[in-house]
Protein backbone atom coordinates (compact mmCIF):
# COMPACT_ATOMS: atom_id res chain seq x y z
CA UNK A 1 0.00 0.00 0.00
CA UNK A 2 0.95 3.49 -0.77
CA UNK A 3 1.83 5.11 2.19
CA UNK A 4 3.74 8.50 4.21
CA UNK A 5 4.31 6.97 7.83
CA UNK A 6 5.30 9.06 10.70
CA UNK A 7 6.49 8.50 14.00
CA UNK A 8 5.67 8.79 16.89
CA UNK A 9 1.73 10.14 16.32
CA UNK A 10 1.82 11.95 19.56
CA UNK A 11 4.70 12.99 21.65
CA UNK A 12 4.88 15.38 24.60
CA UNK A 13 7.95 16.50 25.82
CA UNK A 14 9.46 18.94 27.77
CA UNK A 15 11.56 22.51 26.77
CA UNK A 16 14.91 22.22 25.22
CA UNK A 17 14.82 18.26 24.56
CA UNK A 18 15.81 17.43 21.26
CA UNK A 19 14.13 15.14 19.37
CA UNK A 20 13.17 13.89 16.38
CA UNK A 21 10.20 12.73 13.94
CA UNK A 22 10.80 9.92 11.71
CA UNK A 23 9.00 10.61 8.33
CA UNK A 24 9.10 7.87 5.49
CA UNK A 25 7.56 6.90 2.34
CA UNK A 26 7.34 4.13 -0.10
CA UNK A 27 6.27 5.76 -3.23
CA UNK A 28 10.12 6.62 -4.71
CA UNK A 29 8.79 10.22 -4.48
CA UNK A 30 11.59 12.98 -4.94
CA UNK A 31 9.88 15.69 -3.82
CA UNK A 32 8.86 15.49 0.42
CA UNK A 33 7.91 18.27 2.79
CA UNK A 34 6.87 19.14 6.27
CA UNK A 35 4.10 21.26 7.44
CA UNK A 36 3.05 22.56 10.61
CA UNK A 37 -0.95 22.49 10.88
CA UNK A 38 -2.42 25.64 14.10
CA UNK A 39 -6.12 26.75 14.39
CA UNK A 40 -6.49 29.55 12.27
CA UNK A 41 -3.55 29.55 10.44
CA UNK A 42 -3.55 26.17 7.72
CA UNK A 43 -0.91 24.42 7.08
CA UNK A 44 2.70 26.31 6.78
CA UNK A 45 5.16 24.51 5.37
CA UNK A 46 8.66 23.76 7.74
CA UNK A 47 11.21 22.57 5.18
CA UNK A 48 11.30 20.61 2.04
CA UNK A 49 13.64 18.69 0.07
CA UNK A 50 13.94 18.46 -4.25
CA UNK A 51 15.60 15.06 -3.77
CA UNK A 52 18.62 13.21 -1.49
CA UNK A 53 20.94 15.71 0.13
CA UNK A 54 18.57 18.52 -1.47
CA UNK A 55 16.77 20.04 1.64
CA UNK A 56 15.38 24.13 1.84
CA UNK A 57 13.65 26.29 4.14
CA UNK A 58 9.86 26.82 3.83
CA UNK A 59 8.07 29.24 5.58
CA UNK A 60 8.72 29.02 9.14
CA UNK A 61 11.49 26.90 9.29
CA UNK A 62 13.26 28.30 12.64
CA UNK A 63 14.02 25.94 15.29
CA UNK A 64 13.30 23.05 13.17
CA UNK A 65 16.27 21.33 11.05
CA UNK A 66 15.89 18.17 8.60
CA UNK A 67 17.68 15.80 6.97
CA UNK A 68 17.86 13.81 3.14
CA UNK A 69 20.09 11.17 3.24
CA UNK A 70 17.78 8.61 1.67
CA UNK A 71 15.36 8.80 -0.57
CA UNK A 72 12.35 7.37 1.38
CA UNK A 73 12.93 9.14 5.16
CA UNK A 74 13.12 12.63 6.12
CA UNK A 75 13.14 13.44 9.86
CA UNK A 76 12.11 16.83 11.06
CA UNK A 77 15.01 17.56 14.23
CA UNK A 78 13.68 19.84 17.08
CA UNK A 79 17.12 20.30 18.24
CA UNK A 80 15.93 22.65 21.38
CA UNK A 81 12.07 22.62 21.08
CA UNK A 82 9.93 25.58 22.84
CA UNK A 83 6.40 25.28 23.54
CA UNK A 84 5.60 27.46 20.30
CA UNK A 85 6.73 24.62 18.66
CA UNK A 86 3.23 22.96 20.09
CA UNK A 87 1.94 21.72 16.91
CA UNK A 88 0.41 19.54 14.63
CA UNK A 89 2.96 18.28 12.06
CA UNK A 90 2.28 16.65 8.62
CA UNK A 91 4.72 15.11 6.29
CA UNK A 92 4.01 14.99 2.76
CA UNK A 93 5.59 13.42 -0.26
CA UNK A 94 4.66 13.82 -4.07
CA UNK A 95 6.47 14.03 -7.40
CA UNK A 96 8.51 16.65 -8.73
CA UNK A 97 10.43 17.73 -11.56
CA UNK A 98 8.74 19.37 -14.12
CA UNK A 99 5.61 20.40 -12.68
CA UNK A 100 3.57 19.98 -9.47
CA UNK A 101 1.91 17.30 -8.47
CA UNK A 102 -0.89 15.28 -5.83
CA UNK A 103 0.85 15.39 -2.23
CA UNK A 104 0.31 12.61 0.06
CA UNK A 105 0.07 13.39 3.66
CA UNK A 106 1.14 11.17 6.82
CA UNK A 107 -1.20 10.71 9.19
CA UNK A 108 0.26 13.59 11.83
CA UNK A 109 2.68 13.89 14.75
CA UNK A 110 0.72 15.76 17.59
CA UNK A 111 3.24 17.39 19.68
CA UNK A 112 2.81 19.31 23.38
CA UNK A 113 5.50 21.22 24.34
CA UNK A 114 5.62 22.07 28.28
CA UNK B 1 4.88 37.00 0.69
CA UNK B 2 2.49 35.16 -1.28
CA UNK B 3 -1.12 34.38 0.90
CA UNK B 4 -4.09 32.50 0.21
CA UNK B 5 -7.32 33.57 1.98
CA UNK B 6 -10.28 31.54 2.63
CA UNK B 7 -13.63 31.68 4.07
CA UNK B 8 -15.44 31.00 5.51
CA UNK B 9 -13.76 29.13 8.33
CA UNK B 10 -16.27 27.13 9.39
CA UNK B 11 -19.63 26.07 7.59
CA UNK B 12 -22.87 24.26 8.76
CA UNK B 13 -25.76 22.70 5.99
CA UNK B 14 -28.36 20.53 5.83
CA UNK B 15 -27.73 17.19 4.19
CA UNK B 16 -28.83 17.47 0.21
CA UNK B 17 -27.95 21.33 0.30
CA UNK B 18 -25.09 22.64 -1.07
CA UNK B 19 -21.91 24.38 0.09
CA UNK B 20 -19.63 26.50 -1.37
CA UNK B 21 -16.15 27.53 0.02
CA UNK B 22 -14.15 30.71 -1.40
CA UNK B 23 -10.50 31.13 -2.03
CA UNK B 24 -8.41 34.28 -2.97
CA UNK B 25 -4.85 34.23 -3.56
CA UNK B 26 -2.16 36.95 -3.93
CA UNK B 27 0.63 35.81 -6.30
CA UNK B 28 -0.60 36.56 -9.99
CA UNK B 29 1.74 33.75 -11.51
CA UNK B 30 0.31 30.87 -9.51
CA UNK B 31 -1.27 28.48 -11.80
CA UNK B 32 -2.40 25.89 -9.72
CA UNK B 33 -5.17 25.37 -7.33
CA UNK B 34 -5.44 22.12 -5.33
CA UNK B 35 -7.86 21.00 -2.67
CA UNK B 36 -7.54 19.15 -0.01
CA UNK B 37 -10.15 17.31 2.33
CA UNK B 38 -8.64 17.14 6.00
CA UNK B 39 -10.94 13.73 7.89
CA UNK B 40 -10.42 14.02 11.96
CA UNK B 41 -7.21 12.39 12.92
CA UNK B 42 -5.59 12.04 9.11
CA UNK B 43 -3.74 14.06 6.73
CA UNK B 44 -5.51 15.98 4.44
CA UNK B 45 -5.95 14.27 0.72
CA UNK B 46 -6.43 15.83 -2.22
CA UNK B 47 -9.87 15.27 -3.69
CA UNK B 48 -9.69 18.11 -6.52
CA UNK B 49 -7.66 20.59 -8.46
CA UNK B 50 -7.06 23.06 -11.26
CA UNK B 51 -4.80 24.16 -13.79
CA UNK B 52 -5.19 28.23 -14.87
CA UNK B 53 -5.82 27.27 -18.61
CA UNK B 54 -9.16 25.80 -17.19
CA UNK B 55 -11.60 27.90 -15.66
CA UNK B 56 -14.01 25.20 -14.24
CA UNK B 57 -13.45 21.06 -13.51
CA UNK B 58 -16.29 18.72 -12.21
CA UNK B 59 -15.52 15.38 -10.34
CA UNK B 60 -19.46 14.00 -9.31
CA UNK B 61 -20.92 16.05 -7.01
CA UNK B 62 -17.75 18.18 -6.47
CA UNK B 63 -16.76 21.30 -8.42
CA UNK B 64 -13.60 23.93 -8.92
CA UNK B 65 -14.40 26.92 -10.60
CA UNK B 66 -11.18 29.49 -10.79
CA UNK B 67 -11.31 33.54 -11.96
CA UNK B 68 -8.01 34.29 -13.01
CA UNK B 69 -8.20 38.35 -13.26
CA UNK B 70 -10.24 38.29 -10.24
CA UNK B 71 -7.85 35.64 -8.61
CA UNK B 72 -10.45 33.87 -7.07
CA UNK B 73 -11.25 30.17 -6.74
CA UNK B 74 -14.00 28.35 -5.25
CA UNK B 75 -14.87 24.89 -4.44
CA UNK B 76 -18.36 24.07 -4.67
CA UNK B 77 -20.23 20.77 -3.24
CA UNK B 78 -23.97 19.46 -4.10
CA UNK B 79 -25.85 16.87 -2.63
CA UNK B 80 -24.05 16.98 0.47
CA UNK B 81 -24.21 13.99 2.69
CA UNK B 82 -22.60 13.64 6.40
CA UNK B 83 -19.44 12.12 5.57
CA UNK B 84 -18.37 15.18 3.88
CA UNK B 85 -17.79 16.90 6.79
CA UNK B 86 -14.80 17.70 7.18
CA UNK B 87 -12.34 20.09 7.13
CA UNK B 88 -10.63 21.32 3.55
CA UNK B 89 -8.50 23.88 2.46
CA UNK B 90 -7.07 25.33 -0.37
CA UNK B 91 -4.18 26.23 -1.70
CA UNK B 92 -2.30 27.97 -4.87
CA UNK B 93 1.32 26.93 -6.15
CA UNK B 94 3.35 27.75 -9.36
CA UNK B 95 3.67 24.68 -11.48
CA UNK B 96 6.70 24.90 -12.26
CA UNK B 97 7.80 25.16 -8.49
CA UNK B 98 7.88 21.43 -8.00
CA UNK B 99 5.59 20.96 -5.13
CA UNK B 100 5.58 24.18 -3.01
CA UNK B 101 1.99 25.19 -2.20
CA UNK B 102 0.30 27.68 -0.23
CA UNK B 103 -2.24 26.46 1.89
CA UNK B 104 -5.33 28.80 2.95
CA UNK B 105 -6.83 28.19 6.81
CA UNK B 106 -9.32 25.58 6.37
CA UNK B 107 -13.36 25.29 6.45
CA UNK B 108 -14.78 23.34 9.11
CA UNK B 109 -17.68 22.23 6.97
CA UNK B 110 -20.68 20.36 8.76
CA UNK B 111 -23.25 18.32 7.20
CA UNK B 112 -26.16 17.60 9.63
CA UNK B 113 -28.34 14.90 8.90
Known amino acids: EAQVTQNPRYLITVTGKKLTVTCSQN?????MSWYRQDPGLGLRQIYY???????DKGDVPEGYKVSRKEKRNFPLILESPSPNQTSLYFC?????????????FGPGTRLTVT | GENVEQHPSTLSVQEGDSAVIKCTYS??????FPWYKQELGKGPQLIID?????GEKKDQRIAVTLNKTAKHFSLHITETQPEDSAVYFC????????????FGQGTELSVKP
Open chain 1, 92 to 104: ASSWSGQGVYEQY
Open chain 1, 27 to 31: MNHEY
Open chain 1, 49 to 55: SMNVEVT
Open chain 2, 27 to 32: DSASNY
Open chain 2, 50 to 54: IRSNV
Open chain 2, 91 to 102: AASRFNQGGKLI
